[in-house]
């Protein structure tokens, strides 16, 4: 007789019920840091209704009793085409946030990346063994911090470096606002009576929050608190990002140089051209610029401007497996979630977060089996209503 699963499980049966728990048990300052995006968080919300306009065409007759849900992607086997992308600061939705998803990233089959933001630093994440793991890496003002960044990733064996390039300016995320959000968090006397609800987080939570930091960043004889380092952080972005630091990346970088914030089709065919061996197509998950296009609206002009010379990878909005046969259909080679491995976190932990990837996996192989297709390569334009006559990309 099979165990029977913990209650947690069995009301989570899908992304959207685990967000619903997570915003039960998380403080409402934390699970907003994490959920909300940028001021009226119109493209926050595009980029899940998007999806919904997106009509797939199924073809049953093919026959699909068996599905394989595998790729190749920079040369290491993936067996789902769903990546945990970098989400700063896991750290407050479970302790140890980042190694707990890496663990379950791997243990899935598939690729993590770390944020540069993490409560860990890339040494101790890669000294899980996790892999294939790649390390997200921005362009500040002092290129030699972002230089070391990148010498520190290629020591440590990182398969993949992913360089974000539209957040040089930071968004303004008006719940942030709201809720008096500070780095680390501080929570008044009526916040924390009305936070006894949420006494499981705060327990495991609470005694390490004064020890929370940008363990990245934390240097000998400067002060290493989160305040004082998200201040420095946020001094050096460079809103001078230019094409001249994606060469220069390119030249210092050895291994896949993957381009992370691309919604213009002129920018997906400049970052191929100076050396990137991929792309995502996204737009911070709504936390930049709002008023920004859905990723998945932006998808099929930047995989036409890319001609197939390197994969094209997306992130942002995508909440359920047939979101992701969407975006691969429309030529998508494999999709980063963010906001999913936090909720997965915030409930349990490493088993959430692999939780999170179970329900992907097996909404994918349904929708794949549905629509009458074997493999991944199967996906194709042919099975989106008014895309269907569009040449394959």
Known sequence: ?????????????????????????????IFDFGDGGAED????????AAFEEIRLLPRPLEGAAERDLSLELFG???SLPVIIGPTGLSGLFWPDGERAAARAAAAAGTAF???????????????????????QVFVYRDRGLTREFVERA????????????????????????RNGFTIPPRFRAADLAAMAIK??????????????????????????????????????????????????????????????????????????????????????????LDGAAASIEALPAVVAAVEGRVPVLIDGGLRRGGDVVRALALGARACLIG???????????????????DIYRREIDRAMGLCGVRDLAGLGPDLIL????APPA
């Open 199 to 288: 006494l499981p987080w705060l327990l495991r939570l609470g005694p390490r929050l004064p020890s929370l930091t940008f363990a990245n960043y934390r240097r000998p004889g400067q002060a290493g608190d989160i305040k004082a380092l998200a201040a420095r952080m946020t001094g050096m972005l460079d809103p001078s990002l230019s094409w001249r630091d994606i060469d220069w990346l390119r030249g210092l970088w050895t291994g896949p140089l993957i381009v992370k914030g691309i919604l213009h089709p002129a920018e997906a065919k400049g970052a191929v051209e100076r050396g990137a061996d991929g792309l995502v197509v996204s737009n911070h998950g709504g936390r930049q």
């Open 1 to 29: 007789m099979s165990e029977r699963p913990p209650s947690w499980k069995r009301r989570a049966y899908n992304v959207a019920a685990l967000r619903a728990l997570a915003r039960r048990r998380l403080p409402r300052a």
């Open 41 to 48: 968080e119109r493209t926050l919300r595009r980029n899940e």
């Open 154 to 177: 290629q020591a440590a064996g990182y398969d993949g470096l992913v360089v974000t390039v539209d957040n040089q300016i930071i968004g303004h995320r008006e719940r942030d606002t």
């Open 386 to 389: 008014g895309a269907e006559m």
């Open 76 to 78: 290491q086997r993936l």
């Open 339 to 357: 906001r999913p491995q936090l909720w997965g976190l915030a409930v349990a932990g490493e088993a959430g977060v692999a939780h999170v990837l």
């Open 113 to 135: 990346c770390l944020s540069h933001g993490s409560v860990c630093t890339l040494e101790e994440l890669a000294a899980t063994g996790v892999s294939p793991r790649w390390m």
